[in-house]
């Protein structure tokens, strides 16, 4: 048992994102777009009912041109870690976003959701979108479409599930090979499409590997840490402002895209 008093299974799922590497590419946003099916309108403007579950902003450190820095911050779901603080769990009503104990991934469970966005508003990094209209794509962009992955519809909150549908893709081929069903590695589409190798992913728990080494990085930190809600997603920078900035952000958000 942890020290909130929840079970934790020997694997927890985390991602170190290298701000450091970012360029600011978009590559992660069109990758995570094009894995999970997620809509999108004709136009495009109203960025207060698009949808994108890996959302890049862009931070400086407010200075005048001689000293001016700027970089780029990803931001997927935290898949926030514990129950007692996880607030888009605590809140909905109906238990359509829960998080899985075998490996820590916060999920959302579409048919269950009743839509009335709780989740959205009790998340700090606004993480989460509300479908306002029915999926549509262009033809023939229907047959593009993964098939692993289940289209949404209008109603519902989604957002980032560190892609498990190739969570369970890895358990199935570990299963005909005969190999243990929880040791089995896998990218999600955003670290796989990453040109600069910018994003991590990988067991938290496994001291050895990749993640669970940058994450103990003294560059490494998580945003709003000061909540205590043990946000899964590291991100990495030399610079002192980059973290300042990347609190001060969600902080003094408006609220952008959220229902």
């Known amino acids: 048992m942890s020290e909130q ?16 590497k970012c360029t600011g ?13 997620i809509s999108f309108r004709e136009d495009e403007s109203n960025k207060l009912r698009s949808i994108s579950w890996m959302e890049v902003f862009y931070l400086d450190n407010d200075q005048d041109y001689a000293n001016y820095q700027y970089t780029y911050l990803p931001r997927p779901c935290m898949h926030c870690d514990a129950p007692h603080h996880a607030p888009c769990t605590f809140v909905c009503p109906v238990n359509a976003t829960t998080r899985d104990e075998e490996n820590g991934i916060v999920g959302h469970i579409y048919p269950r959701c009743i839509g009335c966005r709780y989740c959205i508003v009790a998340c700090p990094y606004h993480a989460r979108d509300f479908n306002w209209w029915d999926p549509a794509w262009p033809e023939p962009m229907e047959a593009m479409l993964n098939p692993e992955v289940s289209p949404r519809m209008r109603g519902v909150v989604e957002k980032c599930t560190f892609c498990h549908h190739r969570l369970l893709k890895a ?18 589409a955003c670290g796989e499409a990453c040109p ?7 067991n938290l728990n496994d001291a ?7 994450a103990k990085d003294p560059r490494a930190f998580r945003l709003l840490s000061k909540l205590n809600t043990e946000p899964k997603v590291y991100y990495l920078s030399k610079h002192e402002w980059v973290r300042k900035q990347g609190d001060k952000h969600f902080q003094n958000s408006n609220g952008n895209k959220r229902g």
């Open 171 to 188: 358990r199935a081929k570990a299963f005909l090979e005969e190999q243990d069903l929880y040791e089995v590695t896998y990218m999600p």
């Open 25 to 37: 590419c978009m590559a992660c946003s069109v990758a995570c777009q094009a894995e999970n099916n």
């Open 208 to 214: 050895e590997s990749q993640v669970a080494k940058l």
């Open 196 to 202: 600069t190798k910018a994003i991590s992913f990988g």
């Open 5 to 20: 008093g929840h079970k934790q299974g020997a694997v927890r799922f985390g991602m170190v994102i290298d701000l450091d």
